[in-house]
């Protein structure tokens, strides 16, 4: 099903549509509808149903997993607020 829709643009992008129709040997309105169905068409692929979601997350969740840094890290938020408090006092000049 196809559906008829009437767009006022300005003279630039007009210009801009039909130099770019004549070079393909095609009209204005057909490419400026070839244009929009292909926005569009970009717009509905990437919309994923219910399935296409649970594997995309899936996928994604395979990444989770430990890291090693080669030193050890502490999670402990009393530890951090003290880190943080010490940093924020410490003005860092050098003697």
Same mark, same amino acid.
């Given at each position: 099903?196809? !559906? #008829? ?12 549509? %039909? !130099? !770019?129709? *004549? ?6 309105? /057909? ?7 292909? !926005?569009?068409? %970009?717009?509905?692929? $990437?919309?994923?149903? $219910? ?14 997993? =430990? #890291? ?9 938020? *009393?530890? /951090? ?11 860092? =000049?050098?003697?």
């Amino acid at each position: 099903m196809s !559906q #008829i829709i009437n767009l006022k643009l300005n003279n630039k992008i007009f210009t801009a549509i %039909q !130099q !770019q129709a *004549e070079a393909m040997g095609t009209s204005p309105e /057909i490419l400026a509808a070839s244009i929009l169905e292909k !926005q569009f068409e %970009q717009v509905f692929s $990437e919309t994923l149903d $219910e399935g296409e979601r649970e594997v995309a997350r899936t996928k994604f969740e395979e990444h989770f997993g =430990e #890291i090693n840094l080669s030193h050890t890290i502490d999670v402990n938020n *009393e530890s /951090i607020d003290a880190d943080l408090a010490r940093e924020y006092v410490n003005n860092h =000049e050098e003697a």
